[in-house]
């Protein structure tokens, strides 16, 4: 169906931004492991990932503290700059990431006790018996998860602690898998050392012996530091090497890397002084715990938690505390590792590895010209003094698109054949969200400066020479020199025989960049003070910090923001970060953006992203919300009428009121179902008195507002439905959409007047190829 199709791939683009996790193995069969998109995205772009492991909350803690610590955790990365990858089996998949109900699913089989325990060993049992139809929840183990984790490319872990030699393991040979995984997996873990009830220098000499790289963080102290046992600080046994702080222990998993060295490093971090219980203490209640392990006949697997349990009594409950403290301490450590190789990745061009093909000398002459012709690398006084007033500014991504369609070589195959070479038709055009936006917004004759970035590579000269085609002016357009290792970013998408999506590789690594690179100040800035648009439209490609720094420069300069979010993972970009462009201050008239296009997924996202960030419970929230002169009585009845009931049961009209008292225009679109317009209205607006408008008007303000008139919502219907034989291309479709949006609202019209004219605008664009169709120049608003 056309509706699906333009859900999943065109005024969404959720699968768009998918990147390859520069480890992630092809050869994992997605039935068996799943990566979240938001890990994916962030592992391809060189963002600091932290994975969690899952048995601590399945095996360690009791439900519900096993979900409030896990929330606790994931909250932990965040706060430190980076993306929590929770590793865990749900229902015989192996995940990496977890979303917040699929954690409370794993954690509450603590309750029940019917979670396994999966180490390396297990991993296999536990995904071949979900394929079978038993479908069995597991908690992975610090072995278990570093597989998954660095399946998925992700080189740091947080946990509590390891594995070792058991007490008598020259006898028994009781050696946890832990040690063998650290010997063999290229993953950092930063632990508080091994469980104090091990030998443990029998595991230190068994890690030296798999050659894995011990390291004990000094924290502040000199010399040689005792190697941490757990509850307390000190074992006696000193460490194999000392680290100072995060950045040493980045370099030393930045250079193993690169050497390449395949073993894991133990990165061992004492408990927090105050929650150290000391260490002559400590012994004797081992040593208890130990004797009456071997009386009541607890060995193997079953040792450990008894003796865990034992402790937890003879401590008191202190064992307990301390458990959560280090715990908690050794995520907010691998956080701070993570982001510290992240900007080591980054500065060295590590994420970037792709190898040029050798230069011939014609080529070089070849490029020379192109070079001159382009005026490639101007300087930014040059940049700046081409810009003229512009109705419009597109900040967003540029990609050269890649469309391959697959053609059958039998009636019965639809899609192309995994593992082997497949018949297509290959096409190339110039994409990217904000470019899309941007070219759209030109057809329709706006004025338009459009600000990206491309590489000092082939694909930027081209982007550079396309724009050029189009009459879209250069000057906004940042090139990156080779010595960042900046990439101009390409999209390369897999369609079947319907040309539905099959799968989607985008490299946008480029639009990652830390601002700090891109001189924002001094180049862009500038420009949005001499073009003086009404409208400045951005994309979530951008980074957090980049994103908020486009809207505070619109803002300043008196244009108003429209929002495209992109994908789900995106999405999220607003909301809840320290350099956040929305914050519970950004409520109108204070609001940082005035228009946004979800589609209802990635809607569905910005809601709960403003939600866990607290922005509902915010005074200024509270106060939108009152003033809007909502009516709690007959309410549901209400949206039905002027929706669905479907579109109520999912709450979708419900999030889209929440979040408009920062983003007071929201346009959803929904597929088949249309688009959803949803729009506070300010007083004196011809629309609340309008008797043709009077059945869109879903409340009116109680008493007199400065800026608050009432609610306006409007379900329209698609403007056509295309046959599958008429869909030549989906790339551009939504962002056809917007940019025809803010052409209207630039030329002196209300949203309800433009809207259906961006949606025939959507369709020609779905009927054209290699992207934005330029018959939708024809169109007019009315």
């Given amino acids: 169906m056309l509706a699906s199709r333009v859900a999943a791939r065109t005024s969404g683009r959720t699968l768009r931004p998918l990147g390859v996790p520069r480890r992630y193995h092809g050869s994992v069969n997605s039935k068996l492991l799943k990566v979240s998109e938001e890990v994916r995205n962030a592992v391809a772009t060189g963002r600091p990932v932290v994975a969690l492991e899952s048995t601590i909350y399945t095996h360690g803690f009791p439900f519900p503290e096993s979900v ?107 050696i946890s898998a832990d040690l063998t995984e650290l010997g063999r997996t290229p993953v950092a873990v930063v632990s508080s050392g091994c469980k104090s009830f091990l030998d443990i220098p029998r595991t230190l000499e068994y890690l030296e012996t798999e050659g894995v790289c011990v390291g004990t963080f000094a924290d502040g102290r000199q010399g040689a530091v005792d190697f941490p046992a757990f509850y307390t600080r000190d074992s006696g046994f000193k460490g194999p090497k000392t680290i100072q702080n995060e950045a040493e222990a980045a370099a030393i998993i930045y250079a193993q890397s690169r050497i390449p060295v395949s073993s894991g490093i133990l990165l061992a971090n004492p408990v927090p002084l105050e929650h150290s219980i ?76 792709r190898h040029m093909p050798a230069i011939s000398e014609t080529t070089r002459a070849d490029r020379a010209t192109a070079e001159a012709e382009l005026d490639f690398a101007p300087t930014t006084e040059q940049l700046i003094n081409r810009v003229d007033k512009a109705d419009i500014i597109v900040a967003g991504s540029l990609a050269i698109d890649m469309s391959c369609d697959f053609i059958p070589t039998e009636a019965t195959h639809t899609t192309p054949i995994l593992e082997t070479s497949n018949r297509a038709v290959i096409g190339q055009s110039l994409g990217g969200v904000g470019h899309n936006v941007a070219i759209a917004a030109k057809y329709l004759n706006s004025s338009v400066l459009f600000c990206s970035m491309v590489g000092d590579d082939l694909s930027g000269r081209t982007a ?48 990652e960049m830390p601002e700090q690179t891109l001189d924002f100040d001094g180049l862009w800035e500038p420009m949005i003070a001499q073009a003086q648009p009404q409208w400045l439209i951005v994309d979530a490609n951008w980074s957090a910090e980049v994103l908020a720094k486009w809207m505070t420069a619109a803002k300043k300069h008196g244009s108003q923001v429209a929002f495209e979010p992109v994908s789900t993972a995106k999405s999220r970009r607003l909301f809840g970060q320290s350099s956040a462009a929305v914050t519970p201050s950004s409520c109108i008239p204070n609001n940082s953006i005035s228009l946004a296009t979800p589609n209802q997924m990635e809607l569905t996202e910005m809601y709960g992203a403003a939600r866990e960030s607290g922005l509902f419970e915010s005074e200024g929230w509270w106060h939108v919300i009152d003033a809007m002169g909502m009516s709690a009585s007959g309410s549901r009845d209400r949206l039905v009428a002027m929706t669905s009931a479907e579109l109520v049961d999912q709450g979708i009209p419900q999030q889209t009121i929440q979040l408009l008292p920062f983003i007071p225009c929201i346009i959803t679109k929904l597929g088949k179902q249309g688009a959803l317009l949803t729009q506070l209205l300010r007083p004196g607006d011809a629309r609340l008195t309008n008797p043709v408008t009077a059945p869109y008007v879903l409340s ?72 934005v169709s330029r018959e939708i120049s024809k169109l007019k608003f009315s």
Avoid: W
């Fill in 68 to 174: 409030a610590l896990a929330t606790l955790l994931e909250s932990v990365v965040r706060a430190n700059g980076g993306v929590p990858a929770t590793v865990g089996i749900l229902n015989g998949e192996a995940r990496v990431g977890l979303g917040a109900e699929e954690l409370i699913e794993l954690a509450s089989t603590a309750e029940k006790k019917n979670a396994l325990k999966v180490s390396r060993r297990d991993l296999g049992y536990i995904c071949g018996l979900g394929l079978a139809g038993k479908r069995l929840h597991g908690g992975t183990t610090v072995s278990g998860t570093m597989v998954l984790a660095h399946l998925a490319g992700i080189k740091v872990f947080g946990t509590g602690g390891l594995g070792g030699v058991h007490r008598g393991g020259e006898n028994s040979m009781d």
């Fill in 278 to 353: 000391a260490k002559n203490e400590m012994d004797g209640i081992i040593e208890e715990a130990i004797r009456l392990a071997e009386v009541e006949g607890y060995h193997g697997s079953d040792n450990t938690p008894f003796v865990l349990a034992k402790i937890k009594e003879l401590t008191g409950g202190k064992s307990v505390v301390a458990n959560r403290a280090l715990v908690e301490a050794n995520v907010e450590r691998a956080a701070k590792v993570a982001v510290e190789l992240s900007k080591l990745e980054r500065n060295d061009g590590l994420l970037h590895e």
């Fill in 464 to 511: 550079l020479s396309s724009l050029r085609d189009e009459n879209l002016p250069t000057a906004g357009i940042r090139v990156l020199p080779a010595s960042s290792g900046a990439r101009t970013a390409q999209y390369v998408a897999i369609n079947d025989t319907k040309k539905d999506l099959v799968v989607a590789m985008a490299d946008m690594a480029i639009m």
């Fill in 700 to 771: 009116r303000a109680l008493t007199d507002h400065a800026v608050i008139g009432g609610v306006y919502m409007r379900l329209f219907p698609p403007a056509t439905v295309l046959a599958e034989e008429e869909i030549v291309s989906v790339n551009g479709a939504g962002d056809t959409l917007l940019g025809a949006v803010i052409t209207g609202l630039t030329n002196g019209h209300v949203v309800e007047e433009v809207l259906s004219v961006a949606q025939e605008a959507s369709v020609l664009t779905l009927q054209s190829p290699g992207g």
